[in-house]
């Protein structure tokens, strides 16, 4: 949806009897119509509602206003009033329209700029509070669209990540960035091929297996992107025994960060709900990845992911 100076918003972010900061406007007949002014407020129920019909198209704040509803999501993530999994709640809602952006600006260098700060939210907030992974974790598995699916990926690669041992601030966000771009070569894959319901057929999978080339080239453009991201692009469809794509490199050889999302990728595409797939239990799902495709991954990180999934039943 084509909607100049103005962005999405779901309306699940607002607070029940929390004023805004901000106008908010409902999509109509192809016009954006004021439905809420700043410094009013909607009860819980009028929320849950809406909230019910929202499908991230709906609601939309004036592009100027961007940085007041930024503040209001960041003044609640910081507030007592709300507990972990509130909290937990609006960071997701409130970055499912961020991302279906920066999957859909046609400048990637800016869409790769403003992944930063989104990252950097949700590492703090795993920082800031011991049990947030756990409830984002338990938050993600719904319908498969490429933001939907990069932005799960990016939860459950912070959260392997962290149970692998890696502690550090910065290495974190990087990994986040690693994760939720991922896929960003499939911009270059014809929708016709994405979409498409069942297998591909040799033309066609011949075309997806260029992703991760695409994605290198993509991200070669920005200057502000490590060479731990770039890899994980590169080299998530690598694998552990060494018959993956594109290099057919093997074991120690891959990017820890590609041997991370090449199992949360995995993961996230089994349990999540498409056309043509019945999604499965998220044990199940780490269990044949496990049994049936163990070579194709880390072995230590494969076992680290049960420690995920042991977060996800506690929430």
Known sequence: MDTPGFFKVRISTLIPEKPTSFDLYLRINDQNIIYLRAGDKLVQEKIEALGSRDSGSHFLVKEEDRKAYKNYVHDQMISEDLNVREKAILLRESSMTLVEELYENPDVNKALDGARPLIEEFVTFMKAEPEAMA???????????????????????????????????????????????????????????????????????????????????????????????????????????????????????????ARIVAITDTYDALTTQRSYNVPMKPLDAVTMMKEKLAGRYDPDLLKAMYSVLFKLKAA
């Open 135 to 257: 409830h984002l974790i338990s938050l993600s598995g719904h319908d498969f669209y490429t933001y939907n699916h990069s932005l799960d990926v990016g939860i459950y690669s912070l959260g392997l990540a962290e149970a692998s041992g890696i502690s550090n601030k910065k290495e974190l966000e990087e990994m986040g960035i690693a994760a939720l771009f991922h896929d960003v070569g499939k911009r270059q894959v014809s929708l016709d091929i994405l979409c498409k319901k069942g297998g591909l057929n040799d033309a066609e999978w011949a075309q997806m297996q260029k992703h991760p080339q695409y994605g290198l080239l993509i991200l070669n453009q920005n200057d502000n992107i490590s060479d731990a991201v770039k890899a994980a692009c590169f080299e998530h469809h690598e694998s552990w025994t060494g018959n993956g794509y594109p290099q057919s490199i093997s074991g120690d050889e891959i990017h820890p960060f």
